[in-house]
């Protein structure tokens, strides 16, 4: 079912890459229709009375044309730190273990219908050993308006119907005053899927981005909001301070509903 979904995926967001290939070459597409955006990372270890290791990535490229809005994104995060571990008869000891360890990519295809309003094909997959759900996929289709763009500030809205597949995280039940894993299949279901993307250039140098996620089902609500400061160094190389917050509304026992990131990136802009 995992592959099944996965294949899916990629063959909607071929579907509609191959159409606006079409368009191309049939002269439609007048601009140059070039990919920016922006690569970040960070890092962070210490040593002595406490070890640690954090490294995260990010990868976003955009491209717009007469025709197309299209939308690529790819994230990374490992930490690894000193945990507590009970062994055998309760004795406790540390160990230098993976604390973090998640990665998520999606793409997103915009077909303008007007200068403002678009049909958009969308597709994301996460995965994550520390989370409420193991590993998540969507695809989704909708509708896109771009109800504010000036020089300095932009907002767009996309809504419509999607289907989601996800692997719940092992959780934990208290049999017999022992606490044993908790496992459920893989879960699948239709959700409504919504999407706020707004961006202020405060200054010359300095801009803020937030982006906003919702995949509404009757099993579980996913919301996702990215928030983050850019401050310019050069023309190219930026120092941004971002904040994500992960929710599920529904989760096994033993398992939080929200998780949140904070960063602190190097941007290179392409």
């Known amino acids: 079912m995992k592959n099944t979904l996965l294949t899916s995926l990629a063959l909607a967001t071929l579907a509609t890459f191959a159409a606006q ?3 191309t070459s049939s002269g439609v597409q007048t601009s140059s229709g ?9 890092f962070a270890s210490t040593t002595g009375n406490s070890r640690s290791q954090n490294v995260n990535a990010k990868l976003t490229l955009n491209q717009e044309t007469d025709q197309w809005k299209n939308n690529f994104f790819l994230d990374a995060l490992r930490s690894k730190g000193q945990v507590t571990v009970v062994g055998p ?17 999606g793409a997103s295809a915009g077909y303008k ?19 409420a759900n193991r590993w998540q996929g969507t695809v989704s289709v909708g509708y896109g308006y771009m109800a504010l763009k000036t020089d300095r500030t932009q907002l767009s809205l996309e809504i419509g119907p999607g289907y989601t597949q996800y692997q719940p995280a092992t959780g934990t039940q208290v049999i017999n005053g022992q606490s044993m894993p908790l496992m459920e299949p893989r879960q699948s279901e239709v959700v409504a899927r919504g999407l706020v993307n707004y961006k ?9 981005d937030d982006t906003f996620l919702t995949e509404a089902g009757g099993k579980n609500t996913y919301m996702q909001n990215d928030a983050g400061l850019a401050v310019g160094m ?5 120092i941004k301070v971002g904040f994500q ?15 949140t990131l904070t960063t602190t990136n190097v941007v290179y802009n392409l």
């Open 89 to 105: 008869g309760g004795t406790r000891y540390k160990q230098f273990d993976t604390t973090a360890n998640r990665y998520d990519m």
């Open 21 to 23: 290939a079409q368009d």
């Open 200 to 208: 202020y250039r405060i200054t010359d140098n300095t801009s803020f």
């Open 113 to 131: 219908l007007d200068p403002r309003s678009y049909v958009v094909t969308a597709i994301r997959y996460d995965h994550d050993d520390f989370a």
């Open 34 to 42: 070039e990919w920016t955006g922006s690569g970040e990372v960070g």
């Open 245 to 259: 917050l992960r929710h599920n509304s529904e989760v096994l026992p033993g398992i939080r509903h929200t998780d």
């Open 234 to 238: 050069t023309k190219k190389l930026s």
